[in-house]
Each structure stands twice: as structure tokens, then as C-alpha cells.
């Protein structure tokens, strides 16, 4: 009996261990994200109505074709390849072929002296980012980044045991708001995040932006005693309006470590292909990318699909038909400030992020649904009072959904924002 006892009463023990052990991913079951949430409503609205009554501006996922000649490659490589080549593992840091390929077209878009061992291949932008927290902080290390956020930011550097810490936004431009940025750059703060063109105002960060803010990090990094890194995630850098481009964020301050996704340029959200490219000058580079290899064996986002490096290795100076997202812009820019809608015109990406006619842009999304607008509060992005609208959507579409912006606001508002 005394044996079945012990038995019991390990057994006991185990389930408590095994509670406590996933207890934290148990507790962001009850933190889904927003999005995600508005995103399946409309996919069930769509269901009773037909998707195309549906107005979902909720989900950035890109609407437009990949470009043809990546198409292309794919047909002419799956004929013409070996299958072992296309659909084996490729190397824990990727194709040698592709990570060269990639580091002579920053250096010839950028000129910074990229080699591939500066070059590791990842599963995206959050691939990318997932081994670049990785590399230089610690549990209890302190990130910075910059009020409007992508949400996802907190599970991606909370989960690694560092801190991420929201500089609040500056509404009026939604640069950074440099004042309280210096606050609250103190000792534990290893990494600045960035991301530009930002998701989700779609503000691009000005060069003199990016200038003021790599001489803070300069001096700050002397005064502290320790280098601050600058992450860059850059899955939106090739949607960028009016013939402008944006200004690359690694020419500003060495110690960059630039995060890449092919997922919004190529159109390939599905395929989870991306880069980590460690700046050259970077204190530390010899050593990050063979980082890299070692931080992958723990966390999973090893050996993204060799055909898809292959694939976008041929490609890197295409891009998808972005064009449509700019006409997307001006059709909803124009109509919401013709409404009265305070806004920041987008510079790039597919979003858009007007200040709700209230301050409560969760009770103004609520009204919204009642109209089939689909709208994401500015909340959870660290910015209450705004909304969010991914515009990456058919146009003919958002040319539909318009008078139903008029109708919310003559008939919630008075016509008045």
C-alpha cells in the first residue's frame, strides 16, 4: 500500500509540475489576439452575408498576385531540379548560394559591404526577430520600441525573458517621440526595436529620424558601458508611395541587426521566408550568425523550405503589384478626411490609422460592425483612440465600402468626426 502511495502521490506532483510548466501559454488563451478575433468574425459574418458585403480591413494579409516570375522559377525549377535539391534540408543557416545572393543585393541597393556571413535565412520577419532577441539580451534585459506597435511584439520578446518597454507615441506625426525615448533609455535596455514602414500608421521613418536616433544610441552606448543593438524589422520596406523610398535603417547606425520577410514585397505571406542580415560594423558580427544556427536548435525556426530560397533568390529585385495599394490609400485616405477624420497619410505599407471620432475607438469599431466595417482599435497597438485599417484588400472592394463610412457617420455622428 505505502508503494501505491508514493506512486499516488508522485503522480500528483507531476500534473501540478506539468500545470505550472504551460500555465503561461494556458493564460494567453484568454489574450487572443484582436485581430485575429475581428478577422474570424468577419469570415462568419461573410458566411451569413456573402464575404464580399463584408468590409474586412482587419487582417494585413497581402491581396495581390506574386509576381509572375516567380511563379516562373517555380515551374522551371521543380522540372528541372532534383528533388532532393528542392525538398531536402537546406544548411542550418541557409543556402550558401541564396545567403550570397542576398548580401550582394543590400550591398548593391545599400552600400554596405554585406557578405553571407552576415546572412541567415529565417521563417520571415518573426523568424528573423525571434533569433535576433535572442542574440543580444537575456531574461530581465529591457527592449524599446515605439507607440504605434504590432501587438505581437510582446509575445515574441516576452517569451524570450527580456522586457519590452512602449516609448508612447507622438499622435501628431507618429515619428519617434524622442523626449520620452531618452527617459527611458537606462542601463538595462540592450536592444531598440524599430519598425519602418511602420505597422501600423504606415508612417516611414524620416532619414533625420533615423540620423538623431543612432546618435542617441551612439552615446548612449558609451555612457552606459554597453553596445545597444537596433533591430530593424523590415517586412513592409518595399511598400513604400509616391515614388519615395525608405530610407535604409542600417546606414544610420552600425550596430543594426536588420529583420527582412519576403511575405508583403513577393506577396508570399504562406511560404515563411526571410532573412536576419547582421550589419557588417556591427560589434559582435563574426559571431551572430553562427549564433543564429545554435539559437535555431532551440527554438524550432530551423531550415526554412529550401525551394522557397531558392525561388525568391532569383527574384530579389521583383516585387509584387504594389501600385494597388497606393491607389487603395488615396481612395480611403480622401474619403475619411473628407468626412473629417484626423489622419497621418501613409507613407508606405497597406495601413492606415485615423483617429476614431471618439475616444473610445473600441466602442467606434463596435458602431462600425453594424455597418460591416471591419476596424481594429488602436489599443492594443499602444495607441487608444486611433483604429487600424489594412487596406490590402480589392479595390473595387474598398470603392464599395465607402458610403458605408458616410452612413456611420450621419447616422452615429451627425456626420461630424
Not at 101 to 127: C, D, N, T
Not at 292 to 302: E, K, L, M, T, V
Not at 347 to 366: H, R, V
Given at each position: ?28 488563451l ?9 478577422s ?25 498576385p ?11 525549377m521543380?522540372?528541372t ?10 544548411p ?12 550582394a543585393?543590400?550591398e ?7 557578405r ?14 525571434a533569433?535576433?532577441?535572442?542574440l ?55 536592444a ?60 544610420f ?6 529583420c ?34 545554435q ?15 531558392l ?8 516585387t ?5 495599394y497606393?491607389t487603395?490609400?488615396d ?10 477624420f484626423?489622419?497621418?497619410k ?5 495601413y ?16 462600425a ?8 482599435p ?35 455622428y451627425?456626420?461630424?468626426?
Amino acid at each position: 500500500m505505502a508503494i501505491y502511495a508514493v506512486k499516488g502521490e508522485l503522480s500528483r506532483r507531476l500534473r501540478r509540475k506539468f500545470i505550472m510548466l504551460v500555465q503561461k501559454y494556458k493564460d494567453m488563451l484568454s489574450g487572443k489576439s484582436v485581430i485575429r478575433q475581428l478577422s474570424e468574425f468577419a469570415t462568419a459574418r461573410g458566411q451569413e452575408i456573402g464575404y464580399e458585403n463584408v468590409f474586412d480591413y482587419s487582417l494585413g494579409n497581402p491581396s495581390v498576385p506574386v509576381p509572375g516570375e516567380f511563379t516562373d522559377v517555380m515551374l522551371r525549377m521543380l522540372e528541372t531540379r532534383e528533388t532532393s535539391e528542392l525538398h531536402g534540408y537546406s544548411p542550418s543557416l541557409g543556402i550558401t548560394g541564396v545567403r550570397e545572393a542576398v548580401a550582394a543585393s543590400l550591398e548593391k541597393r545599400f552600400g554596405i559591404p554585406y557578405r553571407k556571413e552576415h546572412i541567415f535565412m529565417a521563417s520571415g520577419a518573426a523568424g528573423a526577430l525571434a533569433h535576433a532577441f535572442r542574440l543580444v539580451t537575456e531574461p530581465g534585459d529591457e527592449i524599446l520600441t515605439f507607440a504605434p506597435f504590432f501587438p505581437e511584439y510582446h509575445p515574441y520578446v516576452d517569451l524570450t525573458g527580456a522586457v519590452l518597454k512602449i516609448v508612447p507615441p507622438d499622435c501628431g506625426s507618429f515619428q519617434i517621440n524622442f523626449e520620452k525615448f531618452e527617459e527611458m533609455l537606462t542601463q538595462k535596455v540592450m536592444a531598440v526595436l524599430v519598425n519602418t514602414p511602420n505597422n501600423p500608421s504606415g508612417v516611414v521613418y524620416s532619414g533625420e529620424t533615423l540620423q538623431r536616433l543612432g546618435d542617441i544610441l551612439r552615446k548612449k552606448s558609451a555612457e552606459h558601458g554597453h553596445t545597444i543593438y537596433l533591430i530593424s524589422d523590415e517586412p513592409y520596406r518595399e511598400i513604400v508611395f509616391d515614388g519615395a523610398e525608405a530610407p535604409c535603417v542600417s546606414r544610420f547606425y552600425d550596430n543594426t541587426i536588420m529583420c527582412y520577410s519576403f511575405s508583403k514585397s513577393l506577396s508570399l505571406p504562406g511560404e515563411r521566408i526571410g532573412y536576419v542580415a547582421v550589419h557588417p560594423g556591427c560589434d559582435g558580427a563574426e559571431f551572430m550568425v553562427p549564433m543564429c544556427g545554435q539559437i535555431s536548435r532551440g527554438i524550432g525556426h530551423n531550415c526554412p523550405p529550401s525551394i522557397i530560397q531558392l525561388a525568391v533568390a532569383e527574384v530579389l529585385d521583383k516585387t509584387a503589384d504594389i501600385s494597388v495599394y497606393e491607389t487603395n490609400r488615396d481612395l480611403i485616405y480622401n474619403e475619411l478626411t473628407g468626412l473629417g477624420f484626423d489622419c497621418v497619410k501613409p507613407g508606405g505599407t497597406f495601413y492606415i490609422f485615423p483617429k476614431a471620432p471618439e475616444e473610445d475607438a473600441k466602442a467606434f469599431c463596435q458602431k462600425a460592425l453594424k455597418y460591416d466595417l471591419v476596424l481594429v482599435p488602436g489599443d492594443t497597438f499602444g495607441a487608444p483612440g486611433f483604429f487600424r485599417m489594412a487596406y490590402c484588400i480589392d479595390t473595387e472592394k474598398v470603392k464599395r465600402s465607402l458610403p458605408a463610412f458616410g452612413r456611420l457617420m450621419e447616422e452615429e455622428y451627425k456626420g461630424r468626426a
